[in-house]
T-cell receptor, first 109, second 113 residues
């Protein structure tokens, strides 16, 4: 059974800092990996989707990488802003979709 | 844009009540999902459906049932609500099985007293 782990569970950084969120998974037989953002009390918004054949995806200040062989993905956020404060979840899709518990990010002004 | 709506943002019910959570999507997606989200546990799949009148159990179906009479609507039913079903419930839809992204609704925060 696929297990997805996100470390750290919470992260606090000053505005402007570059940061990396980590996601690891146990089974490398995946179709894709996604990063989602969740604001408090809200649903999930998809940020980036990396297909299994890809190594990375970029959207604006966000860059996600995928290393299937090691079972790892990172989400890089450049020049963080207070508006980036949210919980970030990664999810891997194999036969079904499995989620990590998320990293709660706080960006302080 | 895909829109997934859920009938209530917040719901308070008493133990033993029958509870209906409704989800509607407007993009003609085949697949619909119900998750619950609890602190430290992430999202856990309760039930999903690949077509009208079809349903499949997820990881934690006990205490829940579902109904999909129309393609756009997927209902989650708590037959007899219990306090351990207090949680955030998220509905999602996707056009294809397994390989495509899921689109999420805003969630329903259910409290069972």
């Amino acid at each position: 059974k696929q297990e997805v782990t996100q470390i750290p569970a919470a992260l606090s950084v000053p505005e402007g800092e570059n940061l990396v969120l980590n996601c690891s998974f146990t089974d490398s037989a995946i179709y894709n990996l996604q990063w989602f953002r969740q604001d408090p009390g809200k649903g999930l918004t998809s940020l980036l989707l990396i297909q299994s054949s890809q190594r990375e995806q970029t959207s604006g200040r966000l860059n996600a990488s995928l290393d299937k062989s090691s079972g790892r993905s990172t989400l890089y956020i450049a020049a963080s802003q207070p508006g980036d404060s949210a919980t970030y979840l990664c999810a891997v899709t194999g036969g079904d979709m499995r989620f990590g518990a998320g990293t709660r990010l706080t960006v302080k002004p | 844009d895909v829109k997934v709506t859920q009938s209530s943002r917040y719901l308070v019910k008493r133990t033993g009540e029958k509870v209906f959570l409704e989800c509607v999507q407007d993009m003609d997606h085949e697949n619909m999902f119900w998750y619950r989200q609890d602190p430290g546990l992430g999202l856990r799949l309760i039930y999903f459906s690949y077509d009208v009148k079809m349903k499949e159990k997820g990881d934690i179906p006990e205490g829940y049932s579902v109904s999909r009479e129309k393609k756009e609507r997927f209902s989650l039913i708590l037959e007899s609500a219990s306090t351990n079903q207090t949680s955030m419930y998220l509905c999602a839809s996707s056009p294809f099985e397994g390989t495509d992204t899921q689109y999420f609704g805003p969630g329903t925060r259910l409290t069972v007293l």
